[in-house]
């Protein structure tokens, strides 16, 4: 397919529930475990335990309706609040908060993190993050202020792994991640998850553009943007597929100077 025909995802939105069958399930046919969820899993584990990032507000703005990446952030924020693009993905957060019939099963997520971890984490790791997970909103990317007419108290950090998805190009990305860091007080912490070198990944029948960055801009751009490097974690890719054709997945933490 013509890169040009490529779906966006915040303009075009996605089956959800595919989304997730597709890139993070247990299912035998999924094959991107190690990359989608191991790696996010041990990284978060490592960058959470070390005790310095924690506080009041944590804003999660990630793609769809995953939530194995905040397991260990909500035993470090008193409110964890979720910004989606799509009715759709906040219906289908909403159904597995609710433990609604039909819900998609994340105990998978929860077994890696005892797995991973140690006997520490041996509690209700999903009762956590379902107790954590009652401030879901929508926000529109175009406007200035991302959550009008809310104004949201400035966050002690923010998750992303959105940015690949809703950017076409070098200045995009940039005018994107300048408005989600309004949300992120002075010494607040990101956290990003990207993909490298890719173009494209597959939900169901569609191909969804991705922009295309290596490891030199993004440092470029954070750094041009006043944070300061913590992590940097890259992890080649660990399986074949034409779903997608990332060459290696990132994993960044960085602070902001105050």
């Known amino acids: 397919m013509d890169s040009s025909n490529y779906k966006f995802y915040h303009v075009h939105g996605c089956d959800t529930r595919e989304h997730l069958d597709t890139f993070f399930s247990d299912k035998a046919q999924m094959i991107f475990g190690e990359d989608t969820l191991i790696f996010p899993i041990e990284q978060l584990i490592k960058t959470f335990h070390l005790g310095n990032i924690k506080g009041d507000i944590l804003i999660d703005l990630s793609m769809g309706s995953a939530v194995h990446h905040l397991y260990s952030a909500c035993e470090f ?46 509690v209700d790791k999903e009762g956590k993050v379902r107790s954590a997970l009652q401030h879901v909103m929508k926000c529109d990317l175009e406007k200035e202020n991302i959550t009008e007419p809310i104004d949201l108290p400035p966050a002690d950090c923010i998750i992303t792994g959105l940015l690949d998805s809703i950017s076409k190009d070098q200045d995009d990305y940039i005018r994107y991640l300048k408005k989600f860091l309004k949300l992120l007080k002075p010494g607040g912490h990101l956290i990003l998850f990207g993909a490298l070198d890719a173009t494209y990944y597959t939900i169901g029948k569609d ?25 940097w974690e890259v992890k080649k890719r660990s399986n074949v597929s034409d779903l997608t054709d990332y060459k290696r997945v990132i994993f960044i933490v960085a602070h902001k100077g105050k």
Do not use: M, P
Not at 102 to 107: E, I, N, S, T
Not at 211 to 231: N, P, Q
């Open 77 to 122: 924020f008193k409110h964890i609040i979720v910004l989606k693009i799509q009715d759709r993905c906040i219906l289908e957060l909403k159904r597995w908060v609710d433990t609604r019939t039909g819900a998609f099963d994340w105990c998978h997520a929860a077994q890696l993190y005892l797995n991973i971890g140690n006997s520490d984490l041996l």
């Open 207 to 231: 191909k969804f553009h991705v922009f295309t960055y290596d490891e030199e801009f993004v440092r470029k751009a954070l750094v041009g943007e006043g944070f300061v490097i913590d992590r």
